[in-house]
């Protein structure tokens, strides 16, 4: 398995990052819907499906490290897994039942659809380099993003996880300036 070692206290950036995409697609599928049926000068199929897939995989990878952190709490690195499979990256995690478990995705068999679709930030990202014809399963992405959100959310709020910041919007806000300047 790839892996890539970073500072403990950079796991919530893994969080804020995923975050900031989950944001951006959601506003996007707002706007999608709210101009259907109006003329446009996007496509805004292959922008959606890479800003879900992405915050999917972030939001994974997050929790990876997560579960990197709970099981070596002294360490000042942890070890964080790489790689775009949405699929392969999802059975990495400790917690991969509770999040399928989601009332989110009962209605979906998201073994079968992760398999379908566990490339689709690769892929999507360059759509202009594709010959065939392409499927994005867009409510699926949307929904297992929600939950993927929901449950990093709560332990970011609830596990009482040390992530070497006392508060993680202010360390976060703080390493923002500190790339900025």
Request: aromatic share 12%; proline share 2%; net charge negative.
């Amino acid at each position: 398995m790839n892996t890539k070692t970073i500072k403990k206290s950079n796991v919530l950036i893994i969080y804020f990052e995923a975050n900031t995409f989950n944001n951006e697609f959601n506003a996007k599928l707002k706007t999608v819907y709210d101009n259907l049926g109006k003329p446009s000068d996007e496509y805004p199929i292959a922008y959606l499906a890479t800003l879900a897939s992405f915050a999917c995989e972030l939001y994974i990878k997050f929790l990876y490290a997560v579960d990197q952190i709970k099981s070596n709490p002294q360490s000042c690195c942890i070890d964080v897994i790489r790689g775009h499979d949405l699929h392969f990256l999802l059975n990495q995690l400790n917690e991969k039942d509770e999040i399928v478990k989601s009332p989110l995705l009962c209605d979906y068999d998201v073994d079968k659809m992760l398999s379908e679709n566990s490339n689709d930030f690769e892929i999507w990202r360059y759509i202009y380099e594709k010959t065939d014809s392409m499927r994005v399963e867009i409510d699926f992405l949307r929904d297992f993003l929600s939950a993927l959100s929901n449950h990093s959310k709560d332990i970011v709020n609830n596990d009482n996880i040390y992530f070497e910041s006392d508060n993680a919007t202010a360390f976060a806000m703080d390493r923002v300036k500190e790339i900025l300047q």
